[in-house]
């Protein structure tokens, strides 16, 4: 359920997680997860569909938008500007960026945009999720993208292997050493809560992420 506390904005959830008081109501579960598919197929894949105008950088107008979505599917003759807005502000990955009237995806497109005015990252380390089948092909060629426009990584192991896990059941972790790619001068952004992107990862930078083990000390008798 999504619904906007007068004191401390919009949340996601039965009551709002500062004050624990119940804000006015915006949208039920089934309406949020059919908005939120709606939006990240038009603005990541396919806003033709929809009729929308994207500039170069990802970029639609809001109340475009919410016109095309009004009369071209069933079901949304309600949805306001407010709306789009509490979904983008409370989406738990990070997916969205609004600025003034217009909105964007900010990672995971299939269509051609440049997203190079996201701010850089400067993560020491982010990690690659692999089957067994692709590590060593990876580890040799490098990373390059494959269903999406850009390579995307994760800031820590856990949401490698989160994102892994829709792939694979035990993936296999890579690490890209984060240090090197900026002292290179390579571009890597922050495009998501733990999502980061870029145009792709020499095998120079990549290797395979060994778990550090912690050496136990002997009891004294």
């Given at each position: ?104 995806a900010t ?19 982010y990690f ?94």
């Amino acid at each position: 359920m999504l619904s906007k506390c007068d004191e401390h904005g919009y949340y996601r959830g039965e009551t709002c997680p500062v004050c624990d008081e119940k804000g006015k109501f915006l949208m039920n579960e089934n309406e949020l997860n059919a908005l939120s598919r709606i939006l990240a197929g038009a603005l990541r894949h396919f806003p033709d569909k929809l009729g929308l105008m994207m500039d170069g950088k990802g970029w639609v107008d809001i109340e475009e938008l919410i016109h095309s979505i009004g009369t071209s599917r069933s079901g949304f003759t309600w949805l306001k500007k407010h709306h789009i807005q509490a979904l983008a502000e409370t989406d738990p990955r990070g997916r969205y960026q609004i600025d003034g009237g217009m909105i964007r995806a900010t990672y995971g497109h299939t269509i051609d945009i440049n997203t190079d005015d996201l701010p850089e990252a400067d993560l020491d380390e982010y990690f690659y999720p692999v089957t067994e089948e692709e590590i060593d092909i990876i580890l040799e060629g490098g990373l390059h993208p494959i269903d999406r426009k850009k390579v995307h990584l994760s800031g820590s192991v856990k949401k490698a292997i989160e994102a892994g896990g829709v792939r694979t059941e035990n993936p296999l972790i890579l690490k890209i050493d984060g240090k090197k790619t900026r002292k290179d001068g390579m571009k890597i952004y922050h495009a998501g809560t733990d999502v980061y992107t870029t145009d792709g990862i020499d095998p120079k930078y990549i290797s395979k992420f060994e778990e550090k083990k912690t050496k136990k000390t002997k009891k004294k008798k």
